[in-house]
């Protein structure tokens, strides 16, 4: 066989496209740009008055009600149930992430004596692929997936499409 002859690779069923990735890359870093810059702004404003930990906690609640339209209408399209189920589901997932805050913190603030936003950035870096993790495979799964379990992604052609004349 050579190449005119052989057939089509069939490519890796549990890969997410690059799309999807790029997608999730692009949910993710705004994800944390908004969550560090609203604890940020809140720390020097707040911090005297409310602790850090109280702090982490609000920008959190902030963060993901501004997000979780991003990852619903880009990252995951149509998958999961309902919005608000959605929604729900999505906070769930995040309050994985807010416990490794909540836990690694103090840790990284109190005995390492690293300061709140460099402690807070590092935690962040750790749990990214976590967060991507359970996102794919819990919060966004549902009736809309494809079989392989990647989700369905608008943002590149699927190749069925392209073949379709």
Do not use: C
Request: aromatic content about 10%; glycine content about 10%; proline content about 8%.
């Amino acid at each position: 066989m050579n190449a005119l002859t052989r057939p089509p690779a069939a490519p890796p069923a549990a890969r997410p496209r690059l799309g999807h990735r790029l997608a999730y890359l692009a949910g993710g870093g705004g994800t944390a740009v908004i969550y560090y810059g609203i604890l940020a702004a809140a720390l020097p404003a707040l911090g005297d008055r409310v602790p850090y930990l109280g702090l982490v906690v609000a920008s959190h609640l902030v963060t993901v009600i501004i997000v979780y339209p991003w990852y619903r209408l880009v990252v995951f399209p149509g998958t999961g149930d309902g919005w608000l189920a959605g929604y729900l589901r999505f906070y769930a997932a995040g309050l994985s992430i807010l416990t490794a805050s909540l836990v690694g913190l103090p840790i990284l603030v109190e005995l390492a004596g690293l300061t709140v936003l460099p402690a807070q950035a590092l935690i962040i870096a750790v749990t990214f692929l976590l967060s991507y993790a359970l996102h794919r495979t819990w919060t966004f799964r549902g009736r809309g997936s494809s079989r392989s379990g990647n989700p369905p992604h608008n943002l590149r052609p699927s190749r069925s499409a392209a073949k379709v004349r």
